[in-house]
């Protein structure tokens, strides 16, 4: 039954709202923003406080000034990962730029695989279409499957038309080891919450002492890939820059700990210059608290 609704109610429902066009669902998304932010207030206290710790040198007035930006960006990008279900492969070029990619695609051409980290920053999502259209790594995204199928299938959908593919963050391991032949870019986001702290490094980012999940440097250490840093960038509403950054082409020549430490600098920089891109709406802190006492937070 639940197949039958995903296949002949949910997806057409989705699909057709994809086809209209982005600056009609740009309207939307203006009308969508006013409901978030100022009747519902939809995570606004979680927002607010997350702001004011990441920024505490900024007066109120500034903090609700970026929110209320961070609203309209989160706003659009629900309407913009809807359109990814239906966006052509020339409007997509039009509106997603990539920026410096030689250096990405010389390592495909002498084959490496790489490890590529991001942040929930800009539209990841266009961003990662885009990049699935220029001749290179197929993207291996990372990714924790959603409570709801429907939703988890839709956006697997979403997520795998243009060369993307998919894989469970429980099953990285095994795939990048049956992908040793292969040239690919493995995408992590690099920004969740960890679920085990035991197996996290504990680094300053954004003023607060907060949980970087290791994985990610020693799954790039044990099969030597370079690690790459990526960011979407927006210029302006409805365009992204994605752009790219070698972080190390040795990681075993590295601690875990200064991979984690590079990424998480170079995401907070990003943050730092267009806050409103990030997913403010998350509770990155909730378990800063369980820090334990003898740990210091890296610099």
Request: charged share 25%; with cysteine.
């Amino acid at each position: 039954m639940q197949q039958f609704i995903y296949r002949f109610l949910f997806f057409p429902f989705f699909y057709l709202i994809s086809l209209i066009p982005l600056r009609i669902m740009y309207l939307f998304s203006d009308c969508f923003y006013f409901v978030t932010y100022y009747l519902i207030g939809y995570r606004k206290k979680v927002v607010l406080d997350n702001l004011h710790r990441s920024f505490p040198e900024k007066s109120p007035k500034e903090i609700k000034a970026i929110a209320r930006k961070h609203y309209r960006f989160f706003t659009d990008s629900l309407f913009e990962t809807l359109k990814k279900l239906s966006i052509s492969e020339k409007e997509l070029r039009r509106r997603v730029e990539i920026e410096h990619y030689a250096e990405m695609y010389q390592l495909y051409k002498d084959k490496h695989s790489i490890i590529v980290v991001m942040g929930h920053y800009g539209s990841w999502e266009l961003g990662g279409a885009r990049i699935g259209l220029e001749e290179g790594h197929p993207l291996v995204c990372i990714y924790k499957p959603l409570h709801n199928k429907m939703m988890d299938q839709l956006f697997l959908y979403i997520r795998t038309r243009f060369r993307g593919e998919v894989v469970a963050t429980k099953n990285t391991p095994r795939v990048m080891l049956a992908n040793r032949n292969r040239e690919t870019a493995i995408v992590f986001l690099a920004d969740q919450t960890p679920l085990l702290l035991s197996n996290s490094h504990w680094v300053k980012f954004l003023n607060q002492d907060t949980p970087v999940y290791r994985g990610t440097a020693q799954l790039a250490q044990k099969f030597d890939y370079p690690v790459v840093y990526a960011v979407v960038r927006r210029p302006k509403r409805g365009h992204y820059k994605v752009s790219f950054e070698v972080l190390t082409m040795d990681p075993k020549s590295l601690s875990d700990l200064e991979i984690s430490r590079r990424h998480t600098r170079r995401l907070e920089e990003d943050i730092i210059a267009q806050p409103e891109l990030w997913m403010w709406t998350h509770r990155r802190w909730k378990r800063a608290h369980q820090k334990p006492k003898d740990v210091q937070a890296v610099v």
